[in-house]
């Protein structure tokens, strides 16, 4: 088994191979592998899709429980300024955004793969997306430095484009909703947080600066489940801890050890995920500041990470173009039958399709580290 799928990844590596679709001998549940980079995934919020970003303007959907692809591939952009930089479901699950370089974000329906509408554009490239609670509000942080607030009914903006006229505090790597839909978190490119209050178009409290020798541009931002607190990913290789509500650190940061690029809290809060450049996704108790495990290896440096709406998977994708997802379930192992299918094609020629049907009974488990009110 093991010689037969050496020598089939062996033929594809010197093809133009674009995605297949693995089970990972090393006991992660399934890993989705496309030749260009991914920037953004999410789970649908019935926790049976999973979408991807990639950096060649394409977003794909694969099935959960069946790993394989789902619909067609959906176009954001294409060219070198076409490349998505993230995704989301709205959380009716009605809709998928797709945010790209050139400026646009594109929205569908999930199930037919169809636009719901015309795309959002704007003129600089989108970094992020995040979806108001009621759905009403898609907000999103550009290479700008600006946020724009969409109206979904309408396609127009609400209100004034969002911009801090106290510096400048370069493009907008991340954003998010608060969960009462008030706030939207904003991590910059020079290392500043601000809560921008979606009523009053101002920003909310104190602008967010890690402490002094502090480096890097925060890279992502996630509200925990009951916004208590908000999670920021830094480039100097930390995690910070803030309580929104005082704009003060819960605890010191995070050690992580290598630029943060995503970050993402469980359903249930009592897990914070982190993605960084060292190609790992940590696991950390946002109540102690402990990691609860060791690191789960990707590939290359890791872009985007997600939990499933019930808490029981864990995505994680990198610049290589791999998705690989975990069980955080508290079994032991469990039984997986799974299907590698690696094609290759060179010339407008197929030259080779092979599937190597496996079984593997480890799946990882993430918990102990061993195989087995926004505007109307």
């Known amino acids: 088994m093991a010689g037969l799928l050496a020598a089939a990844v062996a033929a594809v590596a010197g ?57 067609p591939v959906l176009r954001a952009g294409s060219g070198p300024q ?99 839909g008030r706030l939207v978190a904003a991590g910059y490119a020079d290392g500043t947080v601000r809560l921008w209050d979606v009523v009053t178009d101002q920003v909310h409290g104190p602008v967010l600066r890690e402490g002094p020798g502090s480096r890097g541009g925060v890279n992502g931002v996630a509200f925990s489940p009951d916004g208590s607190l908000l999670a920021v990913g830094y480039g100097d290789g930390t995690v910070q801890l803030w309580d929104p509500s005082t704009g003060q650190p819960s605890r010191p940061p995070l050690p992580v050890g290598s630029a943060v690029d995503a970050v993402a809290f469980s359903p249930d809060g009592k897990l914070l995920a982190s993605a960084d450049a060292n190609g790992t996704v940590g696991l950390w108790d946002p109540a102690t500041g402990q990691a609860t495990r060791s690191p789960l290896p990707v590939g290359s440096a890791v872009d985007a990470v997600a939990f499933s709406p019930d808490g029981k998977l864990l995505a994680g994708a990198d610049a290589n173009g791999t998705v690989k997802v975990w069980s955080t379930a508290g079994d032991e192992s469990a039984g997986l039958d799974g299907r590698i299918a690696l094609a290759a094609a060179g010339l407008g020629i197929a030259l080779a399709v092979v599937a190597v049907a496996i079984t593997t009974r480890a799946i990882w488990r993430a918990s102990a580290g061993r195989p087995n009110p926004g505007r109307k």
């Open 15 to 71: 093809s133009s191979a674009t995605e297949s679709l693995a089970i990972d001998p090393a006991g992660l549940v399934t890993a989705v592998v496309s030749s260009a980079g991914v920037k953004g995934v999410a789970f649908s919020p019935d926790g049976k899709l999973l979408a991807a970003g990639y950096g060649d303007g394409t977003v794909r959907l694969w099935e959960v429980a069946t790993n394989q692809a789902y619909g």
């Open 82 to 180: 076409g490349g998505v930089n993230g995704v989301m479901f709205s959380p009716d699950g009605s809709l998928l955004a797709g945010a790209d370089a050139s400026g646009a974000i594109r929205l569908w329906d999930p199930i037919t793969g169809q636009p719901a509408a015309s795309p959002l554009q704007a003129d600089s490239g989108v970094n992020g997306v995040t979806f108001s609670p009621d759905v009403g509000v898609l907000a999103a942080g550009y290479g700008d430095g600006t946020i724009r607030l969409w109206n979904l009914a309408t396609g127009q903006m609400y209100g004034p484009v969002l911009r801090d006229g106290s510096g400048t505090p370069g493009g907008v790597n991340g954003v998010a909703f608060s969960p009462d």
